[in-house]
């Protein structure tokens, strides 16, 4: 298996980056139950190379370029191992004390790499801090908002004694940037507490007046700030927060601060790349994954907490069985997340920062940082193109000078041809495709090769676009219809399938992870027959990538809210528990590819309409509908 491993990490660029496979690939190719008696190493390995490699896209490949880059390397990869191999359990000290103690030690040693102040280390005397590996930044997020809103809740409790839980959880609000991670929205539905997301500047960049000013209106509304999600290195296009701002209001209002670097923090062992970390003293938590940009596999995501004794209040539930003799000694990292058992994984970390050093994994990052400042200067010498954004650390985001349609065409066509990968993100109202210098031991010849490539499909493309419009008038003549489902170009199904749940969607980045079919266009193809019922139920309309509603909304909604009055009125069994349930399932389903939003429940309209658009002018959908429920939970107090 070594020497298997060794040589498809060697020999990865004889393979295709992405699989030239579709949907359903595997199944034909195994046995539909599980082999009775054992079978031999050798068969399984010789499936996996001809049945399991031709489905795998290449993370590790020199022409990946998509999302962020999954770390990887040997002293990661053998730390690993050798935690498989010891195979403890470690959620108490005393379930296996070197995988606790080593874990505390090697989180003080990155604190200190990244200039974390010396609050979030476990080891300095009077420190209530100290760090964690959880397994995501996902669960970073979801865990401190959990710290925050317990932390809420029980001071509330002490100034309103008298008051049910459910009632002060219903008051608070968390708030984060139109450009944060997927994940927070996630985690404030999975908390149950409402989210408002703020728009940030024209960087990018989330700032402190933004927030002051909603804040204190949101609290004379009568609810309660309690949590900030600020996110250093953004997933579209590495933009930073201002923590700097951010953090004197998140003080001022004794709200949790969370600063959620989950790429872009591993940048900060680079002395001279910490400027955005300025603020970072107002944090009360703090994550970044070094299974994204520092040489460690997943899982590996890394969180500080200043009060670790407010987190571990969130989450700590004791039964018998789990307490042992020096609990009050040693740190039992059980209370420090979500689940129970926790595997060995300092041990690669701490494998990866021995054999690098700190000097080994700076030069990596700067490496990655020089490289794509290289893709930049490319993309700026060619004027057929233009940058979208400053570009920061190893991401540029870039775009041909033309409509989304012709950009989505140019990416689409590249990730068919199977020779490079990359991704989009929409920013602002624009499509915008991201170039990520991924791989360990990325290149120049790999920049320049990657540059080529672009450069020769935006040659191609307007023939591209030619001979589709020859083929699409040729098949007119025959059947309108089959010419519907033949030009179902990426974009334009993109365009109907998604015109309106997509408007809700705060990131094209976001969707792509969890719609990988949309850059394929085989795929796509295969996939046509499904869409058909959905495209004869939408309209034409606007911009795909536009993020927030339009006057055509509100006047779309307005008609489904209409409808359901006069249904209301003609008796036809809306009920006002049919609306809630609608209500709740768009909320549900925002995240996902999502129905037309509900009809609001029955009011007059001109009301209707002022309240729309005011709600759309701040708040997203889920804000939105958490909202319209706030004032029955206000009666149901009295
Ligand atoms: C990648 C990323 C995440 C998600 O990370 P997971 O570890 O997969 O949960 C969250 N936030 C940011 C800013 C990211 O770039």
């Not at 139950?33 to 031999?40: H, N």
């Not at 959620?260 to 002395?271: E, K, L, Q, T, V």
């Not at 012709?406 to 990359?422: D, F, P, T």
């Not at 974009?491 to 079919?517: C, E, I, T």
Request: aromatic fraction near 8%; include cysteine; glycine fraction near 6%.
């Amino acid at each position: 298996m070594v020497d298997y491993i060794a040589g498809y990490l060697d020999n990865i660029s004889d393979r295709r980056v992405t699989p030239n496979i579709e949907p359903g690939y595997l199944r034909p190719l195994l046995p539909e139950d599980p082999p009775l008696e054992g079978e031999s190493f050798n068969d399984i390995m010789a499936d996996v190379e001809s049945k399991i490699m031709p489905g795998v896209t290449h993370w590790q490949h020199p022409r990946f370029h998509a999302y962020f880059p999954s770390g990887n390397s040997y002293p990661s990869i053998l730390g690993d191992m050798l935690s498989d191999a010891i195979g403890c359990i470690g959620f108490s000290w005393a379930a296996s004390p070197a995988c606790t103690e080593l874990e505390t030690i090697v989180l003080d040693w990155l604190g200190k790499m990244v200039g974390l102040p010396e609050a979030f280390l476990a080891f300095p005397e009077t420190s209530k801090g100290g760090g964690v590996i959880q397994g995501s930044a996902s669960e970073c997020v979801f865990v401190s908002l959990l710290a925050a809103r317990a932390h809420k809740i029980r001071e509330l409790k002490i100034s309103h004694p008298e008051e049910d839980e459910g009632a002060l959880l219903s008051k608070l609000i968390a708030y984060c940037s139109k450009e944060a991670h997927s994940c927070v929205e996630k985690a404030a539905m999975m908390a149950f507490t409402k989210l408002r997301i703020l728009e940030p500047d024209e960087n990018h960049s989330l700032r402190g007046d933004v927030l002051a000013e909603q804040m204190a209106q949101d609290k004379e509304m009568g609810l309660i700030p309690f949590y900030v999600e600020t996110t250093l290195g953004t997933t579209s296009c590495c933009s930073f927060d201002n923590i700097k701002e951010i953090g004197p209001v998140c003080e001022k209002y004794d709200v949790w601060l969370h600063c959620d670097a989950a790429y872009g923090g591993n940048s900060f062992i680079c002395p001279e790349l910490r400027g955005p970390m300025a603020g970072i003293e107002y944090a009360s938590s703090f994550n970044f994954n070094p299974n994204k940009f520092m040489l460690t596999n997943f899982d590996c995501s890394l969180m500080w907490v200043r009060d670790r004794f407010r987190l571990t209040q969130a989450l700590v539930v004791d039964p018998l069985y789990l307490q042992h003799s020096y609990s009050e000694q040693s740190i039992d990292y059980r209370h420090w997340g979500i689940p129970l058992s926790r595997r060995f994984r300092a041990l690669k970390l701490w494998f990866v920062i021995r054999c690098y050093g700190v000097q080994g994994l700076q030069k990596y990052v700067r490496e990655h940082c020089r490289l794509a400042k290289l893709f930049e200067s490319l993309v700026l010498k060619d004027d057929r193109f233009e940058v979208c954004s400053p570009v920061h650390l190893g991401l540029v985001c870039f775009r041909l000078n033309g409509s989304n349609s012709v950009n989505q065409k140019l990416l689409s066509s590249i990730n068919a041809s199977g020779r490079l990968h990359m991704v989009p993100a929409s920013l602002g109202d624009k499509y915008v495709i991201r170039f990520c210098v991924c791989a360990q031991n990325a290149t120049d010849d790999d920049i320049e090769y990657a540059w080529n490539v672009i450069a020769e499909f935006a040659t191609d493309l307007k023939e591209l676009m030619a001979e589709d419009a020859i083929t699409r008038k040729d098949i007119k003549k025959g059947d309108v219809k089959v010419e519907e489902e033949n030009t179902d170009e990426v974009f334009q199904m993109v365009d109907r399938k998604n015109r309106r749940s997509l408007r809700y969607k705060r990131s094209q980045f976001v969707r792509m992870v969890s719609d990988n079919n949309i850059y394929n266009p085989k795929i796509v193809r295969s996939l046509s027959g499904s869409q058909k019922s959905r495209r004869a139920t939408e309209e034409d309309g606007s911009d795909v990538t536009s993020n927030s509603p339009t006057i055509a909304d509100l006047g779309e909604i307005l008609c489904n809210f209409e409808q359901a009055v006069s249904e209301h009125r003609r008796g036809v069994s809306k009920s006002s528990g049919d609306v809630e349930a609608a209500a709740s399932s768009t909320t549900a389903t925002t995240a996902d590819n999502a129905p037309a939003p509900a009809p609001a429940p029955a009011k007059p309209i001109s009301k209707a309409v002022s309240d729309l658009s005011e709600r759309f002018s701040v708040c997203t959908l889920v804000n939105d509908l958490q909202q319209a429920k706030q004032p029955r939970i206000n009666e149901l107090n009295k």
